[in-house]
């Protein structure tokens, strides 16, 4: 059982388009980060939201964790092949406490031009 | 750059044989962690440390031990490996300040147990 679960898993959208990756649990987290991967790398942390209801943007990115500190959402505006890669959402504290970070299982996207 | 290097970054063996990953840090980091990859999964927590000598299990540790004998390398054995073990591993130091625990990553090590 996923503590994290993100949808989609698979996203291929066109060059231009906007779209959202999701990021939920049953959980309270003390905090959830958001990392990107490209392939025969290790992930790369893109930000860190620790307050519920907090958004913030990065360039076209924007990240939002829920009121209720449980989800997140990621959300590209006029996505670039450049932004081709696996992201990863992770929680800290909650059940697992303040010294390991649980990911969710991850959503593949691909831009394609 | 948190000075993280994974070794080997490739290998293969064969089931039943020990194998040992190394992760090696450069500044000083507390906290160390061995992640390993695979598709559906995303990361899952194998065993983590705390300091020197300090380490507990993660959520996938059945078949692994760690050990950290000095600050920067942390040690990874898979005693006996089994195909089940064949996957990306991935060595995190946890970046210092604040509460909120983010991590930097090594660039794994691919292990195919045939």
Redesign the interface.
């Known amino acids: 059982t996923?503590l994290?679960e993100?949808s989609p898993?698979f996203l291929s959208i066109q060059e231009g388009e906007n779209l959202t990756v999701y990021c939920n649990s049953s959980s309270v987290f003390?905090?959830l980060?958001w990392y990107r991967q490209e392939p025969?790398?290790?992930?790369?942390?893109l930000v860190?939201v620790?307050t519920g209801g907090e958004v913030k943007k990065l360039k076209r990115l924007t990240f939002q964790f829920g009121d209720a500190r449980k989800d997140s959402s990621l959300h590209i505006t006029a996505a670039q092949p450049g932004d081709t890669g696996l992201y990863?959402c992770?929680g800290?504290?909650g059940l697992w406490g303040?010294?390991?970070?649980?990911?969710?299982?991850?959503t593949r996207l691909t831009i394609n031009p | 750059d948190a000075g993280i290097t994974q070794s080997p970054r490739h290998k293969v063996t064969e089931t039943g044989t020990p194998v040992t990953l190394r992760c090696h840090q450069t500044e000083n980091h507390r906290y160390m962690y061995w992640y390993r990859q695979d598709p559906g999964h995303g990361l899952r927590l194998i065993h983590y440390s705390y300091g020197v000598k300090d380490t507990d299990k993660g959520e996938v540790s059945d078949g692994y031990s760690v050990s950290r004998s000095k600050t920067e390398d942390f040690l990874l054995t898979l005693e006996s490996a089994t195909s089940s073990q064949t996957s990306v591993y991935f060595c995190a130091v946890r970046l210092a300040g604040g509460r909120t625990g983010e991590l930097f990553f090594g660039e794994g090590s691919r292990l195919t147990v045939l």
Request: charged share 5%; glycine share 22%; no cysteine.
């Open positions: 996923q994290l993100q898993q003390s905090s980060q025969g790398e290790g992930p790369v942390l860190t620790v990863l992770a800290g504290g303040a010294q390991k970070l649980v990911f969710g299982q991850g």
